[in-house]
Nanobody, 124 residues
Framework: QVQLVESGGGLVQAGGSLRLSCQAT????????MVWFRQAPNKEREFVAG?????????RYADSVKGRFTISRETHDYLVLLQMNSLKPEDTAVYSC????????????????WGQGTQVTVSS
């Protein structure tokens, strides 16, 4: 089993920044990608950003966050950071970390391990 714990959410004004963290513990050798999804009220969960290190390290982003969010991984520590800059009210959502092995994409059902989620609220 792999456990994921998120931190770093909160309330910020539009244009501000937040940094989310996701720490994986347990049998971390079972995963080779860690990603962030978010779910806003009355909307479906959507892929935000992710990092994979199965062969070469890769990152990917949703179009809505490209240029504003940056995902990174602390090597050998299974800690993933999501730096969110130029935040907008539409970024308000519960952000959840997920992890998988041999999959790196936007399909949430492909991710076996999930954190509890952290609330991000951006005021206008």
């Amino acid at each position: 089993q792999v456990q994921l714990v998120e931190s770093g959410g909160g309330l910020v004004q539009a244009g501000g920044s937040l940094r989310l963290s996701c720490q994986a513990t347990g049998r971390t050798s079972e995963v080779d990608s860690m990603v962030w999804f978010r779910q806003a009220p009355n909307k479906e969960r959507e892929f935000v950003a992710g990092v994979s290190w199965g062969s070469d390290e890769m990152t990917r982003y949703a179009d809505s966050v490209k240029g504003r969010f940056t995902i990174s991984r602390e090597t050998h520590d299974y800690l993933v950071l999501l730096q969110m800059n130029s935040l907008k009210p539409e970024d308000t959502a519960v952000y959840s970390c997920a992890a998988a092995r041999l999959y790196f994409g936007p399909t949430e059902s492909a991710y076996e391990y999930w954190g509890q989620g952290t609330q991000v609220t951006v005021s206008s």
